[in-house]
């Protein structure tokens, strides 16, 4: 069974930055379809951003422009690169991986069968 784990999240102003990591414990986890995720209180989990067997991304449209998804196989590790951080981009943010090889970078939690277990990003005014 693999195992995802995060890291990087903090506190950080307005207008920060932030870079999320996931570090899978079977390598080619990182070549199926993957997530980022949020949740924030008293709301349902979202997906922020994903990336496909083939590269191919998606994002959310709040996260358009400013986060972005990648990975580095040399380190088995998926990335979310977060800039111009709002108060709105509070939440845990978790990573997912959907356990097989696919070709359309879907932003539904319930297409994602493997979870980390999350790391807080605070984002103050």
């Known amino acids: 069974r693999v195992q995802l784990a995060e890291s990087g999240g903090g506190s950080v102003q307005s207008g920060g930055s932030l870079r999320l990591s996931c570090a899978a414990s079977?390598?080619?986890?990182?070549?199926?379809?993957m997530g980022w995720f949020r949740q924030a209180p008293g709301k349902e989990r979202e997906g922020v951003a994903a990336?496909?067997?083939?590269?191919?991304?998606g994002y959310v449209d709040a996260a358009k422009g400013r986060f972005t998804i990648s990975r580095d196989s040399a380190k088995n590790t998926l990335y979310l690169e977060m800039h111009s951080l709002k108060p709105d981009d509070t939440a845990i943010y978790y990573c997912?991986?959907?356990?097989?090889?696919?070709?359309?970078?879907?932003?539904?939690?319930?297409?994602?069968?493997?979870w980390g277990q999350g790391t807080q990003v605070t984002v103050t005014a």
């Open positions: 079977v390598y080619s986890y990182l070549f199926f379809c």
């Open positions: 990336i496909d067997s083939a590269g191919s991304t």
């Open positions: 997912a991986s959907n356990g097989r090889t696919c070709y359309f970078p879907s932003l539904s939690p319930s297409d994602y069968n493997y």
